[in-house]
Nanobody
Framework: QVQLVESGGGLVQAGGSLRLSCTISASMRGLNTIDVMEWFRQTSGKQRTFVARISRDDATDYADFVQGRFTISRDNAKNTVFLQMKDLKSEDTAVYYC??????????????WGQGTQVTVSS
């Protein structure tokens, strides 16, 4: 009912920028169940870590390590959520995942994950 596809990852030098995209495929009913869109990241052998979120009312929140370098936004007309990353560091190297928290009439529904996109920052 709801599918997420990330894109925009790649190899970039330290100090560079990338913009990740998360395209949402869903029916109108499915789109209406999405409450919060988030970005997470994961490195090999470690747990998935929260990066940023944007809620239905466009409120945003970021992990402390972002330190003003990342910006989450969305284009509702294109059903796409973005993560603009600048001043990238080698420690930002990870697979980045898009995540949708879903709710309808106050009841939580199963959340949805994308397949991930690799970001590699070379020092």
């Amino acid at each position: 009912q709801v599918q997420l596809v990330e894109s925009g990852g790649g190899l970039v030098q330290a100090g560079g920028s990338l913009r990740l995209s998360c395209t949402i495929s869903a029916s109108m009913r499915g789109l209406n169940t999405i409450d919060v869109m988030e970005w997470f990241r994961q490195t090999s052998g470690k747990q998935r870590t929260f990066v940023a979120r944007i809620s239905r009312d466009d409120a945003t929140d970021y992990a402390d390590f972002v330190q003003g370098r990342f910006t989450i936004s969305r284009d509702n007309a294109k059903n796409t959520v973005f993560l603009q990353m600048k001043d990238l560091k080698s420690e930002d190297t990870a697979v980045y995942y898009c995540h949708a928290k879903r709710k309808i009439d106050g009841i939580l529904m199963p959340d949805v994950w994308g397949q991930g996109t690799q970001v590699t920052v070379s020092s």
